[in-house]
């Protein structure tokens, strides 16, 4: 499924997509926003109240139409509005001149860039944001874009930016979605979609474009909600189209699975996944070696930590990519990071996938464990209590509501004081503590040993327990009519 976001080449950002959507709108009138959102935050902020199955935006002017009234371009001029209605299939065809797609070479990109030039009639610029991905991903992206009928492929470095403002910031704050998924995917996409954004500046653009299924999350997290609909239905359609196109692409019929990789994970969907009965292959895993097949000696590492954010390996000042992807290594032969998560997606449905989170996994605990030292029981309540709606906003794709960002100023206020190095032990898809220290510990030895000590008398706990359970005894007297 494609979306597509029209972008006006001025300084402001408008973004625009189209297609079906979970919600609709309250009220079957379309709604005209004549205003321009000045940076992609804004709008991420005001997207959750655009509930439509299509948007359009031009110079300003947005326009929102439920699914069953077709697409209506709104074209802002001095003389005027002109609209036009499109009938299925023909979508804005000759209205665009140049889109900029987001391109991965996976499945759903290949087979867009033929699409968007079959039914807009415009040039498409491709952009790839390295954040992680590897090597191989990259190698012969720009042929084989080019292959698919694009102009030209954009690549940028944003590796060093998607670790350090991005994944730092939800692992200071312990955001994980229900339980287990350390959000991989989710804090990749707002910074792909910040950079494609400027790219669509850069080469003079009127809207970008991105790949997604419709059933995960992506349709969200490029700060809009609706998707632009198409007669794919299918990755098998996919395929097919991509035959027929010539479009070469890294599936077939007989393996489909759906993957997505960054520096942080990597993640597998689709084929017999889709039965969360059966057990994943062993030679679906690209990442980590089988935690049977590691190695029989543990293996320990220090993680040191400066306010809730890693800065070293082993004594090693490295950077935010460069540690990370050094644990990564360190993880993967030691199996660690492996989850196979059924999860409810934003749409509604649970989907089932498996995730490899090496380094990620470690730091994760890392972090959680010097917290046991530097923060108290309350403290570490509410942050935890706070995490969960953190991890829910970066999972939704609304990394720049104003809500997230007010509650990671708390966390980087909280975790002042999380400072200090960890030691962990590697063995056999197990991480486990072995070593905490900070120059920040709450925990005193002269206070907790069981031998006696000056500080705490044993003899002060007998008043305390006598008030504690108070309540308790209140309510046995009634029950016994004392």
């Known amino acids: 499924m494609a979306q597509l976001k029209a972008i006006s080449p001025a300084s402001s950002v408008n973004l625009a997509s189209y297609g079906p959507k979970r919600n609709t709108l309250s009220s079957p009138d379309n709604l005209i926003c004549s ?37 209506r ?14 009938t299925k299939g023909g979508g804005l065809r000759g209205k665009l001149n140049k889109v900029v797609l987001a391109y991965s070479g996976g499945l759903d990109t290949s087979v867009i860039v033929p699409w968007l ?42 590796k060093e930016e998607f670790v350090r403002d991005y994944i730092f910031p939800c692992l200071r704050a312990g955001a994980v979605y229900e339980r287990k998924y350390l959000l991989g995917t989710s804090m990749a996409r707002p910074v792909i979609a910040k950079a494609m954004v400027d790219v669509a500046k850069e080469v003079g653009a009127d809207a970008v474009s991105h790949g997604c299924t419709g059933k995960g999350n992506d349709q969200a997290c490029l700060s809009t909600k609706p998707l632009l609909e198409w007669d794919i239905t299918g990755r098998e359609d996919a395929i097919e189209y991509a035959k027929k196109h010539n479009v ?14 960054n520096l942080w994970h990597l993640s597998h969907e689709g084929d017999i996944l889709e039965d969360p009965a059966n057990e994943p292959k062993k030679d679906m895993y690209m990442m980590s070696v089988d935690p049977e097949d590691a190695p029989n000696q543990p293996e320990y590492v220090e993680i040191g930590i400066d306010s809730g954010i890693p800065v070293s390996l082993n004594g090693k000042t490295l950077s935010p990519a460069s540690l990370l992807a050094e644990l990564n290594e360190i993880g993967c032969r030691h199996g ?52 969960l709606k953190y991890a829910e906003l970066v999972y939704a794709g609304r990394w720049f509501d104003p809500l997230r960002e007010s509650m990671d100023a708390f966390m980087e206020k909280i975790t002042g004081t999380t400072t200090g190095s960890v030691t962990l032990k590697l063995y056999k898809g197990s991480v486990c503590v072995t070593g905490r220290t900070s120059p920040y510990s ?29 309540p308790m005894r209140v309510r046995a007297m009634l029950k016994k009519g004392i």
């Open 442 to 470: 709450l925990y005193r030895e002269d206070i907790s040993s069981f031998e006696s000590g000056d500080i705490y008398d044993q003899a002060d706990a007998a008043g305390f327990i006598r008030l504690y359970g108070l």
């Open 73 to 86: 371009a709104v074209l802002s001029s001095d003389t005027g509005t002109e609209s036009s209605k499109a």
């Open 248 to 261: 070469p692409v890294p599936v077939t019929k007989k393996s489909i699975y759906s993957r997505d990789r």
């Open 336 to 387: 660690i990071g492996r989850i196979d998560l059924v999860e409810n997606r934003l749409v509604g449905m649970k989907s089932r996938g498996v995730y490899e989170t090496p380094g990620g996994t470690i730091l994760f605990n890392a972090v959680r464990e010097l917290e046991t030292l530097t923060l108290d029981r309350e403290t570490i309540q509410v942050k935890d209590s706070l995490a």
């Open 117 to 158: 030039r079959e039914n807009y009639g415009c040039e498409v610029v491709c952009f790839t944001a390295d954040v992680g991905q590897g090597i191989k991903e990259l190698d012969g992206l720009e042929e084989k874009a080019k292959a698919s009928g694009a102009c030209k492929l954009v690549v940028k470095d944003l």
């Open 35 to 71: 205003r321009k959102f000045s940076s992609l935050r804004e709008l991420s902020g005001k997207s959750s109240s655009l509930h439509g199955h299509a948007i359009a935006s031009n110079n300003g002017s947005i326009s929102i139409t439920p699914k069953k009234q077709g697409i």
